[in-house]
């Protein structure tokens, strides 16, 4: 019989039996590059992200008090992560600005026949807004995880899932009467978060 | 379109990716990657106790000479000997290295 998440981290905490975070990060890994790959749009860094996310849980495994699933635990940290490579991307874009001015203004490669597709759709959205949305939505957290993992409270997380949700209806909304030669809003502007 | 389609189309890409990255060894490149930051922290920890306990070793003697000479030392005997003290302070270093080699400190 296979252990569970919790059997697993004290083991791992005891012991520190790297097969043991293996089986772990194993069953975790792939929820967590999709979080990071759809929320940084950028598949290589992701995974470089989740990479370091994983061997950061497991060099502090001992101080995960198990107050909450392993898997929230383990997003927390991949978001911090993300967040602090958003910042020292910033900070590098903000030396490169003129350069980067150009690219920044190029939107996302559409989908094939022209549909906006998801991944542009969701490039409209703010940091928090995107994590908000999958972590409740696509990777079926509750809002309190979503809550813990961005260290944001409850009510902000909320409203987080909500604005998104309706952002990304706009966005979709939009395109598709675009895509039937009808006129259309444009999908409301990026940020927020 | 229905209100719900964004998000049902948000769930059906994670369910799709999710089974394209299931079995792709990320988790077994992980587990390499920290096996051998492991060993590099090994060798390092392991090297620079080494050469420190060593030097300190050989500088410790000459450290702890003084303390047979301190009133009372006599009564410490075989303690007080600067060769001994000078292997308990090693020891010492050694259980500490020892200690963070598994990436407790």
Redesign the interface.
């Known amino acids: 019989m296979s252990m569970s998440d919790e059997e697993l981290v004290m083991l791992v905490q005891a012991t520190?039996d790297?097969s043991g975070?293996?089986e772990l990060?194993?069953r975790h890994?792939?929820?967590l590059?999709?979080f990071l790959?759809r929320l940084s749009g950028d598949f290589d860094r992701a995974?470089d992200l989740?990479?370091e996310a994983?061997?950061k849980a497991?060099?502090g495994i001992?101080r995960f008090r198990r107050d909450a699933r392993f898997k929230t635990w383990l997003y927390r940290i991949g978001y911090r992560e993300f967040l602090q490579s958003a910042r020292r991307e910033a900070r590098r874009r903000q030396a490169h600005m003129e350069f980067e001015a150009a690219a920044e203004h190029q939107p996302p490669p559409a989908g094939p026949d022209g549909a906006l597709d998801?991944s542009r759709?969701m490039a409209g959205l703010g940091d928090g807004e995107k994590a908000a949305?999958?972590l409740c939505?696509?990777?079926g957290l509750t809002n309190e995880e979503a809550a813990k993992v961005m260290d944001a409270p409850l009510g902000t997380v909320k409203t987080y899932v909500r604005r998104g949700?309706e952002r990304?209806?706009e966005?979709?909304?939009a395109e598709?009467a675009a895509g039937d030669g009808k006129p259309a809003g444009e999908p409301s502007a990026g940020g927020g978060a | 379109?229905t209100?719900d389609?964004?998000?049902s189309?948000?769930?059906d890409?994670?369910a799709r990716?999710?089974a394209a990255?299931?079995g792709d060894g990320?988790?077994?490149?992980?587990?390499l990657?920290?096996?051998r930051?492991r060993q590099r922290r090994q060798i390092m920890i392991g090297s620079l106790g080494a050469i420190g306990s060593a030097v300190a070793g050989a500088q410790l003697t000459h450290l702890f000479g003084a303390v047979s000479t301190l009133p009372g030392a006599e009564r410490l005997g075989a303690f007080a000997d600067p060769e001994m003290i000078a292997s308990c302070a090693v020891a010492g270093a050694v259980a500490i290295v020892a200690w963070a080699m598994?990436?407790?400190a």
Not at chain 2, 26 to 31: D, G, S, T
């Open positions: 520190r790297a975070f293996g990060a194993r890994q792939a929820g590059r999709i790959r995974d989740a990479q994983l061997l497991f060099n001992g998801l759709a949305i999958l939505d696509a990777l949700r990304l209806r966005a979709m909304t598709t | 379109m209100a389609r964004p998000i189309e948000l769930k890409a994670a990716d999710m990255l299931e990320f988790a077994m490149r992980v587990l990657t920290m096996n930051r598994p990436g407790r």
